[in-house]
DNA sequence: TCCATTTCCAACGTCAACGTTGGAAGTAAC
DNA sequence: GTTACTTCCAACGTTGACGTTGGAAATGGA
């Protein structure tokens, strides 16, 4: 039988995903991740070094994929409510980036990974914003970078306390899910209108 | 010498706060818990039970301190917006209360103890915005449980991914801190404003 | 076909947490 | 001071994860 050298890191990786999503680093055994890819834990070791150097390299690629998915470019011509509704909808489909942050935020905090480049791919989205101020299309009341983090909040929060959501608005029907994008836009639009 | 339980429960109690906020459920250690307490570990199991019920139990003390710390009535009399300052100031001196939420929503989500208490405990807060939108201090536009959700996630948000916030805002100095209440404070008035 | 290289795994020693137990030390009632 | 009870801990066996190692199986070039 001939190797299969990439399957079995693409194994590793979408095994590592679901555990890290679910279970966070420290809940997280290299064990259980090599037994769901089917192959010897050995293997992650020798391929990704670490447990810290496997989640950093998870989080990575999930950020790629939201930066593919959900692109912005500026808020002057694109409808930040709308945006908003996308962003919704990305955690709902994908919850495990979202998870992979929170457990990111309470795990590390200080000392994140490719802090650098990440930086940049926030400063994006404030420019949007920036861009969208300028021409007149968003409130000049917030300042960009944190209208654009409060905008995120509106979006991402149900999933970060998702008992908490489910505690207040009741049990997440596909209704409920409706209600709550139709909330998240109509909150973000009036939290960044103009005027 | 004299025995002291009732001592001894509550520096068992301490140290578990401050373990399981900075370590989770999964990263908490009973035996770390015990050597903070300055105790055997045997009488943590002998109080409290397992790490499951200890953790049930720290969450419900501390969200007993926060309904009593940040109180609120009715928006009809109290301003929304001073109010989502007040939870910001709270998550900022007591970093606890929002990790462990986290936590549990990370590790537990369904399955979480003291539910119906718990749906109460936000129920009052459900009525007193809709209290508010009755006597048209608030919109309308957004259904009560969802406007002091999503409140409630302008105010705890940049404690859920500090790391973003990091990254999006720079870093934590007090004059930051100061913006952020102030953005706050704005944001949630803009959401909530009638008309 | 032979040999160097790469992929893979079974098995290992180490370590730390789990939850329990047997009994010592302290307290209170009589 | 004897008895009954409570508080406390040292120590235990068990389990599971860690990260490593020695070598088997597969590959590809000479």
Redesign the pocket.
Known sequence: ?????E???RSILDAAVDEFAAHGPDG???????RKA??????????F????ELFARVLRDELAKVARDVPVESFATEDIGEYAGRVYDYHRLHPELGRLLRWEGLAFDAAVPDEEQRREHYSYKTAAVADGQEHGALTRELDADHLIFLVLSLAGWWSAVPQVARMITGDETEAEHQRRRASVVAATRRLAAPG
């Open positions: 039988m001939a190797w299969d050298t399957g079995t890191k997280t055994t290299i064990e259980r991740i090599a089917g192959v010897n834990k050995e293997r992650v070791y020798n391929y070094g670490g447990k810290r």
